[in-house]
């Protein structure tokens, strides 16, 4: 196939490069050697992957001497996905209009086909985006609000998510409804629903094709451990026409894919990172990253339950990667008022005094910890965790408090 110069200004060739069949699409050769996932000394005598402190150390730059519980919030990128990114950068930076001008873009489709791939969607349906909340506000800024429309949020949408339709609808004289979570949800006939899946790629398998959503939004910063500023938007064939980028740019009346691949110079790095976490995914493999995380999940919030003396406040099974475990009865009496700032006092501590991070969530009068679990947590993890709670609650004890 002829093929065009490539750049800002001629980023239709996206949409052509995104169409081709398999057979008839050639990746281009990166310009580097790029890390290679080796698994081979991740395996036990018997064959089985091992996750835990050794991915740890060799696979993330967490450091050994916190016990990090939190990666719901910010995730934890994996080392050779930021080695890629920084290639990238610096290989950019040799020949910058070399590289934005002529060759970025068939490399972004690259990564962009790998991902449609992963997530079995058509990879003209996918755009990436830096983050979730980029391409959540590309939807709702789309849309024609009219006064009297409704968005239907719930009480659990995400805060900056809250806001953003407030500020839509105070725009624009739209109604916001919110609804308490109810299962299973379901689309309304003439309802468009958006999801987000802000935390779902590498947390659940996602398949797209079968879920055939209006709009779904997953970051890949977060479960995927991509380097920082990565996530994609995925819009419905027939709704595409109507999407634009929240910032427009050169690519504007080219096609959905052009117009989200260039929205201003930027650092690409972290989307063609892709490349290197998409190479780990599949080496160590999707299930076998999944089946560890849900069994160490049951294990740490059976060992959490059965020390505390505390319950889950939700089944198990809803439960995937991160879930709240109550807090054993001896710290709710430590405090008065069990409210945003005992939660706070009891997260500081865990920090300060034991190097453990992990949020603590005040819910109806009675406290919480959200754990997260990945392919870097062993159990032990969490038996740190329990035993530094009970310290807690028996130095007060101890202290007169
Ligand atoms: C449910 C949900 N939506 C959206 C976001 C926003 O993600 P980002 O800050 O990467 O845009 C988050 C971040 O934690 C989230 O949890």
């Known amino acids: 196939m002829a093929k065009r110069d490539f750049?800002?200004?001629?980023?239709?060739?996206?949409?052509?490069?995104?169409?081709?069949?398999?057979?008839?699409?050639?990746?281009?050769?990166?310009?580097?050697?790029?890390?290679?996932?080796?698994?081979?000394?991740?395996?036990?005598s018997h064959g089985s992957l091992i996750f835990g402190r050794e991915i740890k150390k060799r696979f993330f730059l967490l450091e050994d001497s916190c016990c990090f519980l939190n990666h719901g919030a910010f995730g934890a990128a994996l080392k050779p996905g930021l080695d890629t990114a920084r290639q990238w950068q610096l290989y950019a930076e040799q020949q910058p209009?070399?590289?934005?001008?002529?060759?970025?873009?068939?490399?972004?489709?690259?990564v962009s086909r790998r991902m449609a791939h992963f997530v079995n969607c058509c990879p003209t349906d996918l755009a990436l985006v830096h983050n979730a909340t980029f391409g959540i506000n590309s939807v709702l800024n789309s849309l024609d609000w009219v006064a009297g429309d409704v968005i239907l949020t719930f009480n659990i949408t995400y805060g900056a998510v809250k806001k953003l339709v407030k500020h839509i609808c105070s725009k624009t004289g739209a109604i916001n409804r919110e609804a308490e979570i109810q299962f299973p949800i379901s689309g309304?006939?003439?309802?468009?629903?958006?999801?987000?899946?802000?935390?779902?790629?590498?947390?659940?398998?996602?398949?797209?094709?079968?879920?055939?959503?209006?709009?779904?939004?997953?970051?890949?910063?977060?479960?995927f451990c991509s380097p920082k500023g990565a996530a994609f938007l995925y819009v419905r064939p027939d709704l595409q026409h109507e999407v634009r980028p929240a910032v427009v740019s050169h690519g504007l009346g080219s096609g959905f894919n052009s117009e989200f691949v260039w929205t201003g110079l930027d650092d690409y790095s972290s989307f063609l990172a892709l490349h290197t976490v998409l190479d780990f995914w599949e080496a160590f493999t999707p299930s076998a990253i999944r089946t560890y995380i849900h069994q160490l999940m049951r294990d740490?919030?059976?060992?959490?339950?059965?020390?505390?003396?505390?319950?889950?406040?939700?089944?198990?099974?809803?439960f995937g990667s991160m879930a709240l475990v109550e807090l054993p009865k001896s710290i709710?009496?430590?405090?008065?008022?069990?409210?945003?700032?005992?939660?706070?006092?009891?997260?500081?501590?865990?920090?300060?005094?034991?190097?453990?991070?992990?949020?603590?969530?005040?819910?109806?009068?009675?406290?919480?910890?959200?754990?997260?679990?990945?392919?870097?947590?062993?159990l032990s993890d969490y038996e740190k965790l329990g035993r530094a709670m009970i310290t807690i609650s028996q130095k007060r004890k101890h202290n007169g408090e």
Request: glycine share 2%; hydrophobic share 40%.
């Open 188 to 223: 309304k006939e003439e309802a468009r629903v958006l999801i987000d899946g802000a935390h779902a790629l590498g947390s659940l398998p996602l398949d797209l094709k079968s879920l055939n959503p209006d709009y779904y939004v997953s970051n890949c910063h977060k479960w």
């Open 7 to 44: 750049g800002s200004f001629h980023a239709s060739n996206v949409q052509e490069l995104l169409s081709l069949p398999n057979e008839k699409y050639f990746p281009p050769q990166v310009p580097f050697s790029l890390p290679s996932i080796i698994l081979d000394d991740h395996k036990n």
């Open 97 to 110: 209009l070399r590289f934005y001008d002529r060759e970025v873009m068939p490399f972004l489709v690259h």
């Open 300 to 318: 740490a919030t059976d060992v959490l339950t059965k020390l505390w003396d505390t319950k889950l406040p939700a089944p198990l099974q809803m």
């Open 332 to 378: 709710h009496q430590m405090f008065e008022t069990v409210d945003y700032s005992a939660a706070e006092t009891v997260q500081n501590t865990l920090y300060h005094d034991f190097s453990i991070e992990v949020p603590i969530k005040s819910l109806q009068d009675r406290l919480y910890v959200r754990i997260s679990v990945h392919i870097h947590n062993q």
